[in-house]
């Protein structure tokens, strides 16, 4: 979103189950640790994992970089899961 003072980049990861936004960044550059490493660190603050999860996302650079895939990796019971090229 463009503002007065330049762009903003706005990353929210949201619980599908209830439809609940559990982590969110606001950052001014689209740097993996600026918007979906501390999106997701958030999310798993405010909703601990207990189970098998699937984390969703489309190709944006920020969610294939090394940094954010070795973090989700961290997290077992996580599968990532990305869109087809071209489709968002």
């Known amino acids: 979103m463009r503002t007065d003072e330049g762009w903003l980049?706005?990353?929210i990861v949201i619980d599908l189950y209830d439809r609940r936004i559990i982590g969110w960044s606001?950052?001014?550059?689209?740097?993996?640790?600026?918007?979906t490493i501390p999106a997701w660190q958030m999310a798993v603050k405010n909703r601990?994992?207990?189970?098998?999860l699937i984390f969703h996302s489309?190709?944006?650079v920020q969610y294939a970089?090394?940094?954010?895939?070795?973090l989700l990796k961290?997290?077992?019971?996580?599968l990532q899961s990305m869109s087809?090229?071209?489709n968002c």
């Open 84 to 86: 087809g090229k071209g």
């Open 74 to 78: 961290k997290y077992t019971p996580v």
């Open 48 to 52: 601990p994992i207990d189970g098998r």
């Open 65 to 70: 970089c090394h940094a954010f895939i070795k």
């Open 58 to 60: 489309d190709r944006g």
């Open 9 to 11: 980049y706005l990353t």
């Open 26 to 35: 606001l950052s001014a550059s689209m740097k993996a640790a600026e918007t």
